[in-house]
């Protein structure tokens, strides 16, 4: 396997000799360990050259060598510029779920078909009823697959929360209507709005979940990404990110063995908050972003 990142960094500043700072020529050699570290973690190519210029903006003239373990200090030094690109500089503000609007507060999910939706649908439903103590209505606009009208029926039963029926003769702009007219008589809290994918981008499915979002007005519109999509996370991002008026993240499926390098790419696309982080099948598995965790996970 590859040395981590911390090992190619010690090895530099072995060579650094009698050099107390970094410089133009030892940050080069940094870089290029990190730009690889970057790369086999599937961090997208526009996205890598972007954060070593931070990086390297950053790191310059930065005291390494005197340190007691200069490697370690170097290593400090881009886990510090990557955990702040990631989402470190953002408030706890705003990397939290916006629910300060009339009630109910509409959070709609977008995403490829498989990038965890419906699951993160009934996770999200699960820590509002928990956690926050909330009235939570689900509804699926997703008119093309009966199955998962069903599973957002289970996993919302899971959740403690309640199910608004959809079938697949409904337009989804009807549902969407007739679910915000249900949870506003009903003092739901909060709508989680479920639509649907495809496997890759098409222009009818953007049409429709653009159409949903101007309808519904959300507090939240969260893109759901899966972290193991690797470079191709960057072409779905945008297009997403162009479409809808995107609030934040959902990155799922953490628990699979890639490093993560997806969660830096579709932060950069969208510019916008990673909020949460999926894990696992069960409802359980779903946790607020920890930027400093992930960037520890990236750099490996
Ligand atoms: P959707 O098509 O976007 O609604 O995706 P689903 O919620 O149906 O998820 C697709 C598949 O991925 C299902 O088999 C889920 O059980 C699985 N899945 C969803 N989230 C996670 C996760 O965080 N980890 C793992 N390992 N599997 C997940």
């Known amino acids: 396997m590859f040395d981590s990142l911390s090992q190619r960094l010690s090895k530099i500043v072995k060579t ?3 050099q107390a700072r970094l410089t133009e020529e030892n940050t080069r050699d940094m870089l290029r360990e990190v730009r690889m570290a970057l790369l086999e973690a599937d961090v997208a190519l526009p996205v890598v050259r972007e954060v070593l210029a931070r990086i390297k903006e950053k790191a310059m003239g930065e005291e390494v060598v005197g340190n ?5 200090a170097l290593v400090g030094v881009v886990q510090r510029e990557l955990t702040a690109v990631i989402g470190g500089d953002l408030t706890e503000e705003e990397r939290s779920l916006n629910l300060r609007v009339q009630p109910p507060a509409v959070i709609l999910l977008a995403g490829l078909q498989g990038a965890g939706k419906t699951t993160s649908a009934g996770k999200l439903a699960k820590y509002l009823v928990e956690t926050m103590k909330k009235k939570v209505l689900t509804v699926s606009a997703d008119v093309y697959r009966p199955a998962a ?5 289970t996993v ?33 809290d909060v709508l989680i709005v479920d639509t649907a994918g495809r496997l890759a981008i098409d222009e009818a499915m953007m049409r429709e979940v653009a159409e949903l979002n101007t309808f519904l007005k959300p507090a939240e519109t969260l893109f759901v990404i ?3 999509l690797g470079q191709d996370a960057v072409n779905t991002a945008k297009a997403f990110h162009e479409r809808l008026p995107l609030t934040g ?37 779903f946790d607020a972003f920890d930027p400093e965790a992930m960037a520890s996970r990236i750099l490996g």
């Open 68 to 72: 007691l373990n200069p490697g370690q």
């Open 149 to 153: 009208i069903d599973q957002l029926k």
């Open 16 to 18: 650094m000799r009698g």
């Open 249 to 285: 993240i959902i990155l799922t499926k953490t628990d699979g063995d890639s490093r993560g390098g997806a969660a830096l790419s579709v932060r950069h696309v969208t510019g916008k908050p990673i909020k949460f982080v999926g894990s696992g099948e069960k409802l359980t598995g």
């Open 226 to 228: 899966d972290a193991m």
């Open 156 to 188: 919302t039963e899971q959740a403690g929360a309640d199910w608004f029926p959809s079938t697949p003769n409904e337009k989804p702009l009807d549902i969407a209507a007739g679910a915000i007219d249900h949870a506003r008589r009903r003092f739901y």
